[in-house]
Every structure is written in C-alpha cells, then in structure tokens.
C-alpha cells in the first residue's frame, strides 16, 4: 500500500508516517521504481503500536526502546518494566502538578464575584498585581503565605 492508504488506515497523516519512518520508529519501506513507498501490513502493525505507545504518553524515545525490545524477543524485560514504571511516575508527578494548578485556578476565582466591572474584577486586579511582582492570591499557600 502507499502511504496515502497506510494513513487512511491508521488515521495517521501521512507527514507523521514519514517522521517516524526518519526516527526508526517504522521499518523502512520498499520502493517502487517510480520511488515511491511501498507499506506492507507489518507497517500497518508497527504504526498502530507506535500510536498507542503515544497515546499512553510514552516518548518517542521510550517508543523506539520498546520497539529495540520487541525486535529481540529474547531480551530480559525487565528494562520494558524499568520504563512503564518511570512513566507511571511521570504521570504521578503530572497529576499532582495539575491538582496544584488547578487549586491555584479556584483560589483565584474565588477572588471575584459576578457582576463587577473589569476594573473591579479581583481575577484580574490579582493577575496585574503578580505581573507587578506583588503577591498573587492564587500563589499563596494555605496558611497564607507566598510560595
């Protein structure tokens, strides 16, 4: 298949085929005489494994790692569970991160009322104040303090 139709399959365009082709992540195709690509189904199977990789959050680097690992068969896997357990921990630490911003979100909303002009909006005074390097509600701690 060409590479029109190995993205029409995969839902992958055909730009991102072509850079994981360039990265290793997809064996190289063959080509025809004309030049142009030529995809079997293994390509079909390691794009979909790639794309799930991804969608799991997983580098490109650690992609191409499992893919080194799927290649040999005979490996140990315990670098393939050395990996998915930093990227559980990444994901930890990501999820954490986020609760934090997502408090400091709610702390600064909570610092207007509906109804109020623009100049009035405590949103807004407090993001002008921190732009001025003055203290932000949204960066303070719960017992009051800046960070």
């Not at 004309?34 to 650690?62: E, I, K, P, T, W």
């Not at 992609?63 to 990227?87: E, H, K, M, T, Y």
């Amino acid at each position: 298949m060409r590479i029109g139709e190995l993205a029409r399959q995969s839902g992958c365009d055909a730009e991102t085929i072509r850079y994981y082709e360039r990265e290793g992540l997809l064996d190289a195709p063959q080509r025809e005489d004309n030049g142009y690509r030529r995809y079997g189904d293994a390509h079909l199977v390691q794009l979909n494994f790639v794309r799930h990789c991804r969608s799991l959050g997983m580098s490109l680097s650690d992609v191409r790692r499992l893919r080194d690992f799927a290649r040999d068969p005979s490996a140990a896997c315990d670098g393939i569970n050395s990996l998915l357990d930093r990227q559980i921990e990444q994901i930890h630490a990501q999820r954490l991160a986020l609760e934090a911003l997502e408090s400091q979100l709610r702390a600064l909303r909570h610092t207007c009322d509906e109804g109020h002009r623009a100049s009035e909006c405590g949103i807004l005074q407090n993001l002008q104040q921190a732009a001025g390097g003055g203290p932000c509600e949204c960066h303070r701690t719960e017992a009051g303090h800046p960070h």
